[in-house]
């Protein structure tokens, strides 16, 4: 009885280890930035680089030169207690470069789909990009429909809040409208990706697999990123967005 009794209080001792040991690995784990691989597609001229320089750098370039193939940037965003490592594939909107798309969508996670608010044409485009993506990209990729421009909206809307809506909700996307120029909504769009991926599933699947990236179109060089480390001073709103 005697033995039984002071084995007891080892046995909860090392219970008690054990479990602040996993607490403790749980707590690492989530600091460790979660790869998400993401492509930007859409016409040309639509903003795509400006929204996602934005998102990076937080600045606007009003004569912005176009993107030849792609670039690639990332940018790291915090979400709870979860890091997210956004690697970006922002992809050329001319049409000599449709071909190439393939392997910049290929095993992306998410997608960020962007149309002109002031061109109804660029809003087909953005469709036939959906239909390219729900027919060859991951089958679970998150795609964002953006409407960019939202700063021209009062003086020169060519598509209504309410067409593009109805069109996002019948396929299945998320739906934005944003300003590159003046940051509005910008932040949220990549708040609303993040919130909709599986980012536990996500990081337990490349932690099984020893994956360290998102993927790439046959990986980009150290020279190809900006990879700007989270500002400590920054943290995230009260508004559940990303703290980037």
Sequence with gaps: MSAARSASPAGAAS???????AAAAAAQANLKPIQVKLVLLGEAAVGKSSLVLRFVN????ENKEPTIGAAFLTQKCKLD???????????AGQE???SLAPMYYRNAQ???VAYDLTKPASLEKAKAWVKELQRQANPNIVIALVGN????????RGVSTEEAQAYANESGLLFLEASAKTGEFVMDIFTEIAKKIPLDTLAAAR???GLTSGGGAGGASSSGRVDLNQNPANSQGADGNCAC
């Design 58 to 61: 937080n600045e606007f370039q």
């Design 207 to 209: 932690q099984r697999t």
């Design 81 to 91: 207690d979860k890091i997210i490592k956004f690697e970006i594939w922002d992809t």
């Design 96 to 98: 000599r470069f449709h």
């Design 149 to 156: 421009k939202l700063d021209l909206a009062s003086t020169a």
């Design 15 to 21: 219970s008690s280890s054990a479990a602040a040991a």
């Design 110 to 112: 998410a997608a960020v």
